[in-house]
């Protein structure tokens, strides 16, 4: 008899008010069974086909050709169309897996695992907001199906939903143990502590990533084993209070010349000059200032992320100042090796400072930190810097919550998270909607080569040369218009460059990045609690400092 598990609609929506009104409250008043309960049976597995394994086993091509013909024999089976679309998804065959999908839905235009299955491919084309609405309809038809409560999870989690993220995770795994990658996805929300243990037992059976992907994986497995044992380190504000201002700094470059903007920290009793960085990275340190500062050690040298790249290990200061503000025991990354300028003791991202509502007055060169809107789920809470890169986020955060919209941000612009990154819904010439990421440490706007084509008349020109390096030849598109957040920037010469990786990174299809070019005259006010931006230009405002 099949195990059966009750799942009450009060715990689905608990402490998610915004959530409930936007989506899942949709899913409750929409449901065939009453709104006050659901029963779903615990999905049992047959033995795996050999398309099944071929898929499992990262053949994806194999797989395409195996299920191509098994549907030839049965072609209304969804469990077939899903192992196809997941064979295609993994060879990036987009397409193909779209007319699948189309297809399929068109014989059968309430299935639930359909609609899911467009869902996942909205997600993954970078449309979260059209990914919503199928997972919506996926649940009027099926409120049971494990897949449709992955993607949903994923869908809150980049809307920055993640109270419910985390419950939905926790619900397919309920509904489906034994899926590998509900498996695999459910075990990276668990505490530090269970995580890597978790993660290394999902990785222990075939589950279908790619060899990269396995990869980081097992390394990011291996690092929360060995962390996961350590004493809570919570870089909680111990003096001080919002709001603070910290100016920013110059660090110079080749012949004095600025090369980024800084700001001046206080670790233990040392002080040092920090690079901002942008929008993820916590803080890293190099060894000389680890060593200067008394930082004490808490793990062992990690791998390096990349050839060629130097060797790491995560430590801690006893006290860590910015401004007028100051925070105890927090964790940080220090480089084992010297820094490559003079002028500069290591990076920091505006993510740390996410607990705050924060002002980024580019022209006047300085940050400001106010406090968030009030949230339910935030009573009592105090507020932390996110130094450390291996502190969980989203889903995995050690304190997930939902986001609030205030009445006072109504103007305000929503982004999307993936990891500690921010994804910006941006028109391109007004007629193509892409997602860019707000890369607040990068100097210049990019896009990728094939939006770039789309949009613009497209040149070549080689770039570099210097020092003895060869010159390369780069894509550049003439003129394009970005439409993002109620404003609008046109640039001529806009780079191509490649977004595959960033596409990986974030789960969705990302058209380029909004570098410094765009917004550098503006003023930048950041919300990543609740996922929202704005941007605001004042006339005459001047620079501090070219």
Not at 55 to 66: H, K, N, R, S, V
Not at 69 to 74: N, R, Y
Not at 138 to 150: F, I
Not at 189 to 216: F, Y
Request: charged share 25%; net charge negative; hydrophobic share 40%.
């Amino acid at each position: 008899m099949a195990t059966m598990l009750r799942v009450m609609e009060n715990r689905f929506c608990r402490g998610a008010a915004l959530a409930c009104a936007v989506g899942l409250s949709s899913l409750a008043l929409s449901f065939s069974t009453p709104a006050s309960a659901i029963t779903c049976n615990v999905t049992k597995h047959a033995a795996p086909s050999d398309a099944e394994k071929s898929l499992l086993a990262g053949e994806y091509a194999q797989a395409e050709t195996l299920y191509r013909a098994e549907l030839a024999k049965s072609s209304t089976r969804p469990e077939l169309v899903a192992g196809l679309f997941h064979a295609l998804l993994r060879e990036r065959k987009l397409k193909d897996a779209e007319e699948l999908v189309k297809t399929s839905l068109a014989g059968q235009p309430a299935s639930a695992v359909f609609l899911s299955l467009r869902g996942e491919l909205q997600f993954r084309e970078g449309q979260p907001w059209l990914a919503e609405q199928s997972a919506v309809a996926a649940a009027k038809s099926d409120p049971c199906n494990p897949q449709t409560r992955l993607l949903y999870a994923r869908v809150a989690q980049a809307s920055s939903r993640n109270a419910v993220a985390r419950q939905q995770f926790g619900l397919a795994h309920q509904f489906d143990p034994e899926d590998p990658e509900i498996r695999v996805a459910w075990a990276q929300t668990l505490p530090l502590e269970q995580r890597g243990t978790e993660v290394e037992s999902a990785l222990s059976t075939p589950s279908g990533e790619d060899a990269a992907t396995m990869g980081v994986l097992r390394g990011e497995a291996e690092r929360w084993k060995k962390l996961g044992g350590q004493p809570v380190r919570a870089c909680k504000l111990t003096a001080g209070a919002a709001p603070g201002e910290v100016n920013f700094i110059k660090l110079a470059g080749y012949a004095g010349h600025m090369r980024a903007l800084g700001l001046e920290v206080g670790l233990n009793s040392a002080t040092a000059r920090i690079e901002l960085a942008g929008g993820e990275g916590g803080l890293t340190v190099y060894k000389a200032l680890a060593e200067r500062a008394g930082l004490q050690r808490i793990s062992e040298d990690e791998k390096p992320a990349f050839p060629g790249a130097k060797p790491a290990y995560t430590a801690f200061a006893e006290k860590l100042k910015i401004g007028s503000l100051e925070f105890h025991d927090c964790v940080l990354k220090v480089i084992d090796g010297a820094s490559p300028f003079d002028d500069g003791d290591g990076s920091i991202g505006f993510d740390v400072f996410g607990d705050f509502l924060e002002t980024v007055d580019y022209p006047m060169r300085k940050l400001q930190l106010a406090a968030l809107p009030a949230s339910p789920q935030e009573a009592g809470y105090t507020p932390a810097l996110h130094t450390d890169v291996n502190e969980g986020d989203g889903a995995a955060s050690p304190h997930p919550v939902d986001r609030v919209l205030s009445a006072e941000m109504k103007d305000w612009t929503q982004i999307y998270r993936a990891g500690r990154s921010l994804i910006l819904p941006t028109a391109v010439n007004e007629n193509l909607l892409q997602l860019f990421v707000l890369a607040i440490g990068s100097p210049e706007t990019t896009v990728a080569p094939e939006v770039a084509k789309q949009v613009s008349k497209t040149y070549e020109k080689e770039v570099g040369g210097f020092g003895g390096a060869p010159a390369v030849k780069r894509t550049y598109a003439n003129e394009i218009t970005f439409n993002f957040a109620h404003f609008s920037q046109k640039i001529n010469d806009v780079p191509a460059s490649d977004t595959s990786f960033a596409t990986a990174m974030a789960g969705m299809e990302v058209g380029g990045n909004i570098g410094a070019d765009t917004y550098e005259k503006l003023i930048l006010h950041l919300d990543y609690r609740d996922g929202l931006v704005k941007f605001e230009f004042v006339p005459d405002h001047g620079f501090k400092f070219k």
